[in-house]
């Protein structure tokens, strides 16, 4: 699937739709009651804590093409979850939905519902920035903001939320700190950001998804453009994350899937084949096109 750029995220005065069309219909209280709270405390909560996400039937297309096919499936807080699949099976798709990315392309649309634990993210009351900043995202190839500097490129998330000051300093070497890069940029944070070598800006926008404190964190490919070193670096801060996030991981490297995921998730042709622990899915697929897959037969 052709990797689409990173949209920038507006807000708007009406939410749409999962298809991206407005609804005309009254919300639920329930989803009233959670855009309001969303507003009122930090968005990257969404007022919820919500951690666990919950995909039910979901369906995703690019105009007449049927890209994601009535998927259900569950994220556990706290687990690292993989996607795996040859290309175009509707990985990037898929995970784009979760995070109402996936309705800024043009004639695309999706239907079924996504939680964050009780929130459908998809409720016409529901702010899309608020989902966007519980729900970050990495993509495939680093995308610092190519004029700022390396501390403005993780405040940035912050300072929009009117972070400034001492927290906003603090914040930003916290979160350095915990995408495992503080010690190698500390003395040149006035440095632009995509003057660091390829591992370091993936690690540099992984620190600006969590400078906005989200809940989950999904990743496109993170290491598809690193070396094995780089590589290294990013599943040791996997292992680190999944303390503090749930993060679905969408790879085509299947030693790295049975490296870092708790859970894999196998789709073919815009369908969920299988999902089980990655062990299983690895040893014993109970689905014959998984082994096929998995044993190299097709990819």
Not at 46 to 57: D, H, I, M, Q, S
């Amino acid at each position: 699937m052709t990797q689409q750029p990173e949209t920038e995220m507006t807000d708007t005065s009406r939410s749409t739709g999962a298809g991206g069309r407005e609804d005309e219909t009254a919300p639920s209280p329930a989803a009233a009651a959670a855009a309001r709270t969303a507003e009122e405390r930090p968005a990257a909560a969404l007022g919820f804590n919500a951690r666990r996400v919950t995909l039910e039937r979901l369906n995703a297309y690019y105009g007449g093409n049927h890209a994601v096919a009535d998927v259900s499936l569950e994220f556990p807080p706290n687990e690292v979850t993989a996607i795996i699949g040859p290309s175009g099976c509707g990985k990037s798709t898929l995970v784009r939905c979760i995070n109402r990315m996936h309705e800024e392309i043009p004639g695309a649309r999706a239907d079924g519902r996504v939680l964050l634990d009780e929130l459908d993210v998809y409720d016409q009351a529901v702010d899309v920035v608020a989902v966007r900043r519980a729900i970050g995202m990495v993509f495939q190839k680093p995308n610092p903001f190519p004029t700022m500097s390396i501390f403005d490129n993780v405040a940035a998330g912050s300072r929009l939320a009117g972070l400034r000051g001492g927290n906003l300093h603090d914040r930003v070497e916290r979160t350095l700190r915990g995408a495992g890069l503080w010690d190698e940029v500390k003395d040149r944070l006035d440095e632009p950001g995509i003057g660091l070598s390829g591992g370091q800006q993936q690690r540099l926008c992984i620190a600006r998804t969590l400078a906005v404190e989200p809940e989950v964190i999904l990743m496109d490919e993170p290491c598809s453009a690193l070396d094995p070193v780089a590589t290294l670096r990013i599943e040791e801060l996997i292992a680190e994350l999944r303390r503090r996030y749930t993060i679905v991981i969408v790879t085509h490297n299947m030693q790295q899937a049975g490296r870092v995921a708790d859970t894999t998730a196998f789709m073919l042709s815009g369908e969920l084949v299988e999902h089980d622990a990655t062990d299983k899915i690895f040893t014993n697929p109970a689905d014959e096109r998984t082994e096929d897959y998995v044993s190299g037969k097709f990819g």
